[in-house]
Structure formats: structure tokens, C-alpha cells
């Protein structure tokens, strides 16, 4: 995996989080933004699993590595679908969940990476 391109996502993760967190604090529901962010954590987080997945032999703990990798392109879509559902202050706050999630299993990822 590339620190640099893993580092962007967590940070565009740990934005969307913020700022969704913000939306369920002034009891509003997910809005366009907060939607469009999470399809472009998505989106990063599918291109990071397509170039870290071919190399994930390299890594010592692989069953984790795969485990983090699918489950960090899980988490947004489940999200979304809870998210959409829940129409009150609770949508962008399971967005917010999510994405800080999805910002913290890419960082243990990047640490699995690295390891010896």
C-alpha cells in the first residue's frame, strides 16, 4: 500500500466523520454532502483494495490484512443503507461512525503493512 494515497483516504475518512457529526449534533439529516463524501470514501477506499490486494502475500498476517481490506469497502455501503433509512439526527451520525471507522481500520491496515 502507498502511505501517501492511505493517508488522503484516512484524512478524507476522518473529514467526512467530522462533518457529519456536526450535521447529527444540529439534529439535521444526511444532506447531498454528506452523501457525496461517503461515495468518494468509497471510491478511494475500493482503488486502495485493488492495488493493496495483489501484494497482500507480502504481508505476515494476511487473514487480518483481508479482513481489514474487505471490511473497510463494507462499512461505507451498510452505512449508507442505515443512513438513508434513518431520517433524524441518527443517519449522519451512523455516517459519522462509519467513516471514522473506515479512517481507523485503514491506519491498522497501513501498520499490518509495515510490520516485518
Known sequence: M??????WVIGAA??????????????????????AGLVLVELALVVQAVIALPKAGQVTEQATFVGYLIGTIVIPPAALWWGRAERTRWGPAVIAVAAFTAGVMTGRLLQLWDMP
Open 2 to 7: 502507498f502511505s501517501a494515497y492511505s493517508g
Open 14 to 35: 476522518l473529514l467526512l466523520a467530522v462533518v457529519s457529526l456536526v450535521t447529527a449534533i444540529r439534529n439535521r439529516p444526511m444532506g447531498a454532502l454528506i452523501l
